[in-house]
């Protein structure tokens, strides 16, 4: 029974160490094939003060990650924006 509750918290404790955009194209179990993609930057960003992902992991991922979708893909053309 024990395992069954830890493999999903197993699973949020590696989706946290795992960038937005690692997070949106593929599942937490991925991280066995490519540990590369774990990174305490989320933690640094979180005491930093700054809990909202950067402009580059909106663009990478979608605007609804973003909280202030106006400063997201600066660089993208307006009608992309407009999605």
Known sequence: MALFWLVPVFGL???????VSA????????????PAEL???????????SSAPSPASCC???RSACRSPSSCCA???PASRAT
Do not use: H, M, P
């Open 60 to 62: 990478s991922t979608s």
């Open 75 to 77: 660089t993208s053309s």
């Open 39 to 49: 990174t305490l930057e989320n933690y640094a960003g979180l005491v930093a003060g």
């Open 23 to 34: 997070n949106t194209a593929s599942g937490w179990w991925t991280v066995f094939a490519k």
């Open 13 to 19: 404790l590696i989706a946290s160490l795992r960038d």
